[in-house]
């Protein structure tokens, strides 16, 4: 069967949504699906096709008169509905994407991965009214009509449960390559660093309480490890968070890096001794299962979806996502022993291999691929 991912074929990128595509590519054929990318964007004239990775990818033109509405170009509706006579399912990722609307009217069976975009706090935060009206009229009529909901974490799974929709949602997580698990890396006692790679998008990634949290803790232990902020501003957060550091008095034991790819990325994460995600809201964030999968121990809030799976493997600790217990997983993760720290490391690594590994993923997904094209 032919399956088309609608979205960006980007392996090294700082978008979960992108990594998660090009993951989900390269392991669907050897669970015997077929795979070809539709990546709709504003920067193509006509709809061209090209190779990367071995993988099929059409540049469909679209253009976007009100976002997010989203219009097909005059080359682009040709296409799909040439090409969607030999397609038998399509994946359309992430919310509130006027592109996802138009294509799930072709009349070709779909699946629907929100990658957390229907959280409470996203639903009720930025534009919130616009997005309610929005949800009524077009979101939900289109979730209505998929053959499944793709939920990439339990506390995800749950939210959509609230809002009492027809159609199925499973959870289905998002996933490591198995070459990333098989990197070499110090273990985390014998570094110095504490590290939070991501986009610096403020709210979502509670990265101004972070700081906060970090200044607390740092006034009780004066020898609390440098913090390394590394990702591509988000909103204006690199100017904010530099300016909130500088107020908290921290500034000089703040870095920024900038945005971070290939074996720089890696090299980030294997110089850190524990890693940081203190999220308001997450989908399933790819930093932290990298970290992970390399021997990260972890602070995390419960927000960033892996929580249960982590305390369960004691690969780290889960905070409340406020200043005070952010300061108190701090103190204590820094005055861990090494032994118990490596040995985190160790069960950070394990527990990654065993629940998020990519052919795994993919195999169950290819069954509820061809459960959804049955029904």
């Not at 699946?111 to 077009?138: E, H, I, M, Q």
């Not at 890696?266 to 989908?283: D, K, M, N, P, Y």
């Not at 406020?322 to 527990?351: C, F, K, N, V």
């Amino acid at each position: 069967m032919l399956v088309v991912h609608v979205g960006n074929y980007k392996p090294d990128s700082a978008n979960g949504v992108d990594k998660t595509i090009a993951g989900l590519i390269r392991h669907l054929p050897a669970a015997g699906i077929e795979v070809e990318v539709w990546h709709p964007t504003g920067r193509a004239r006509k709809t061209q096709s090209r190779i990367e990775d071995g993988v099929t990818i059409y540049d469909l033109p679209v253009f976007r008169p009100l976002k997010p509405v989203c219009c097909l170009g005059g080359d682009a509706r040709d296409f799909v509905r040439e090409r969607a006579q030999s397609v038998d399912l399509l994946h359309l990722h992430s919310v509130f994407q006027g592109e996802n609307l138009r294509l799930s009217r072709l009349g070709i069976p779909y699946v629907v991965t929100p990658n957390g975009g229907y959280d409470p706090l996203v639903l009720s935060g930025r534009n919130r009214l616009a997005k309610a009206v929005w949800f009524k009229l077009c979101e939900r009529p289109f979730l209505e009509r998929a053959k499944l909901i793709q939920a990439v974490s339990f506390p995800e799974r749950e939210a959509m449960a609230t809002l009492a929709l027809r159609t199925p949602v499973r959870y289905i997580p998002n996933g490591i390559d198995d070459a990333v698990l098989q990197r070499p890396a110090a273990p985390p006692s014998q570094l110095s660093q504490f590290v939070f790679l991501g986009r610096l998008a403020i709210e979502q990634k509670g990265l101004d309480l972070l700081l906060q949290g970090y200044a607390k803790a740092s006034a009780q232990s004066p020898d609390l490890p440098p913090l390394v902020l590394a990702g591509p501003d988000f909103r204006g957060g690199l100017r904010q968070l530099t300016a909130l550091a500088r107020d908290l008095g921290i500034a000089a034991r703040i870095v920024f890096v900038g945005p971070v790819f290939g074996e720089r990325k890696w090299e980030l994460l294997s110089r850190a001794r524990i890693f940081l995600h203190t999220s308001r809201w997450e989908g399933m964030p790819f930093a932290l299962l990298e970290a992970m999968a390399i021997g990260r121990p972890a602070l995390i809030t419960a927000a960033t979806n892996i929580a249960t799976d982590l305390s369960n493997a004691r690969a780290g600790i889960v905070v409340a996502p406020d200043t005070d217990a952010i300061a108190e997983g701090l103190r204590q993760m820094a005055s861990l022993p090494g032994e118990a720290l490596d040995t985190m490391g160790q069960m950070a690594r394990s527990m990654v291999k065993s629940t998020f590994a990519w052919p795994t993923i993919a195999g169950e997904l290819g069954r509820e691929y061809r459960a959804a094209v049955g029904d």
